[in-house]
């Protein structure tokens, strides 16, 4: 019996010794942090929040003109110990099934965009006019489920 006790002693001090000489890689970050752009955002206000520079958040983005991002734009924050007050997780469902209006939109552009006619989609919103929407307001997209 006192060899199986020695035997099995032996044995968890080589794992112990040989677990403790090659740690586990440790993951470079626990969770990936996204932000999605809304209406009045600027790159460097979303890197002062994030606490990264600039330029950075540009680089990681692919973003060779910082003044040219648009809401709806997710970026990539290239900072694991970064947070945001209230976590945005990439990608959201909710996207799929909404369509915010941008400047410039048309009732038709959007339909056309989205799949269905102008008038499919009005009548899902409740407009009754195809002239009645502006910048901001969110679409609901026919036919979509979450």
């Known amino acids: 019996m006192r060899k199986v006790f020695l035997i099995v002693f032996v044995a968890l001090g080589v794992v112990t010794l040989l677990t403790a000489a090659n740690p586990a890689p440790a993951s470079a970050s626990p969770h990936v942090t996204y932000y999605v752009v809304r209406y009045g955002d600027t790159l460097s206000g979303i890197a002062a929040r994030f606490g990264v520079s600039t330029w950075a958040l540009a680089r990681a983005n692919g973003i060779w003109n910082p003044n040219h991002i648009y809401a709806g734009q997710v970026l990539y924050i290239p900072c694991p110990t970064c947070w945001y007050p209230y976590p945005i997780p990439y990608p959201r469902p ?20 989205l799949g269905t006619d102008a008038w499919t989609l009005a009548r899902y919103n409740g407009i009754y006019n195809l002239n009645w929407i502006y910048a901001g307001q969110w679409l609901r997209v026919p036919g979509c489920r979450l």
């Open 94 to 113: 909710i996207y799929r099934c909404l369509y915010q209006v941008r400047y410039g939109d048309t009732m038709i552009s959007i339909a056309a965009r």
